[in-house]
């Protein structure tokens, strides 16, 4: 079974505010996409986000595996950049434990390593990003 | 010196809650009952709530009120808040194939987990002070532990962040300095009672 992988650019998160963000993003795990987030969820989105996803867990939605890149001890020149012009580096995986069996972080260098769920992606266990 | 003092004493005196809300947060089985189980009966004489190897033992915030803590002259009046443990997933079929469960059992089991989850996030902005428990010989460095420390310092809650289990033989407490610089950790281990004292103390520091 192939694997579906969306990239939502910064233009398109930035559209969705708080609320509508989260269920933007949740409508499309639970359709069985993988979503790659141009701008990073922040810690209170990610709880945000775990809140509603098990709102919604049940016989067939398990939940999700998500991993966040350059939130984290963010430079000073960072804080400035997001707080002046909104700006924020990074990015958020996120995918249907249903299909991501796992998702890894390394901290140097900065990783996310995927497993897929068998029988998601019989070529290929791990994908490094 | 004489404002320090007098700064000190005010804040001694009305700076300072009553009664300081602890809240025991981290991943499914990093120790979260069992140490706020030690805490309890050392200064009440009662356990919290049961504890289990089966992950979501814990499915509602177990609480403690007006527990009495005594750190060198300081008398700490603190509410334990026992979270259940936060994750991404919630999977009955796990119950069922690793922990022998019926499946109408397993399926309750992850229902009330789910519950329980979100009633822990709804506690985040709720707690004065966060203790962030870590089995010490697992990987710390996983999305839910840094979303649950990044809630405390988005909201400017003060963090202690624990390593438990370091009676476990690959118990690795460098691996989370390493994870997280920018916070002190207090290694414990919950069960045998080694170094509660030092938690004590770093508790008494923010309380």
Same mark, same amino acid.
């Given at each position: 079974m192939a694997l579906e992988i969306e990239f939502l650019s910064s233009n398109m998160i930035k559209e969705k505010k708080g609320h509508e963000k989260i269920s933007f993003i949740l409508y499309k795990i639970?359709?069985?996409? @993988?979503? @790659?987030?141009?701008?990073?969820?922040?810690?209170l989105e990610e709880a945000k986000l775990i809140e509603e996803t098990m709102i919604s867990v049940d016989e067939k939605f398990k939940g999700v595996e998500v991993a966040t890149l350059g939130e984290e001890n963010r430079s000073f020149a960072s804080k400035?950049?997001?707080?002046?012009?909104? /700006?924020?580096?990074?990015?958020?995986? @996120?995918?249907?434990?249903?299909? /991501?069996?796992?998702?890894?972080?390394? $901290?140097?260098?900065? $990783? /996310?390593?995927?497993?897929?769920?068998?029988?998601?992606?019989?070529?290929?266990?791990?994908?490094?990003? | 010196?004489?404002?320090?003092?007098? *700064?000190?004493? #005010?804040? !001694?005196? #009305?700076?300072?809650? *009553?009664?300081?809300?602890?809240? #025991?947060?981290?991943?499914? !089985?990093?120790? +979260?009952?069992?140490?706020?189980?030690?805490?309890?009966?050392?200064?009440?004489?009662?356990?919290?709530? +049961?504890?289990?190897?089966?992950?979501h033992e814990t499915r509602g915030v177990q609480k403690k009120e007006k527990v009495i803590v005594r750190v060198g002259a300081r008398k700490i009046e603190m509410d334990l808040l026992d979270m259940p443990g936060i994750a991404t997933k919630v999977d009955f079929e796990e119950f069922v194939k690793d922990h022998k469960m019926s499946e109408e059992e397993a399926k309750q089991r992850a229902k009330e987990a789910t519950c329980g989850i979100i009633e822990a996030i709804k506690w985040l902005e709720n707690v004065d002070v966060a203790i962030v428990i870590f089995d010490a010989s697992l990987d710390p460095y996983t999305q839910t532990n840094i979303t649950i420390i990044g809630n405390f310092e988005a909201r400017k809650i003060p963090v202690i962040l624990v390593a438990n289990k370091i009676d476990l033989k690959n118990a690795n407490v460098d691996r989370i *300095? !390493?994870?997280?610089?920018?916070?002190?950790?207090?290694?414990?281990?919950? *069960?045998e009672g080694t170094n509660i004292d030092k938690l004590y103390n770093a508790i008494a520091k923010y309380a």
């Open positions: 639970k359709e069985g996409k @993988i979503l @790659i987030l141009e701008e990073p969820l922040t810690s400035i950049a997001t707080a002046l012009l909104g /700006i924020r580096k990074g990015i958020t995986v @996120i995918g249907p434990a249903t299909v /991501i069996k796992k998702i890894r972080k390394e $901290k140097a260098p900065q $990783k /996310i390593l995927m497993s897929a769920v068998e029988g998601h992606d019989d070529k290929k266990d791990e994908q490094e990003k | 010196m004489v404002f320090a003092w007098l *700064k000190r004493w #005010f804040k !001694n005196w #009305f700076g300072r809650k *009553k009664t300081v809300k602890l809240g #025991f947060y981290g991943p499914p !089985n990093a120790g +979260k009952t069992t140490l706020a189980n030690k805490i309890s009966i050392d200064w009440t004489g009662a356990e919290i709530g +049961k504890v289990s190897e089966i992950p *300095k !390493n994870a997280f610089p920018q916070h002190g950790i207090v290694a414990i281990s919950a *069960k």
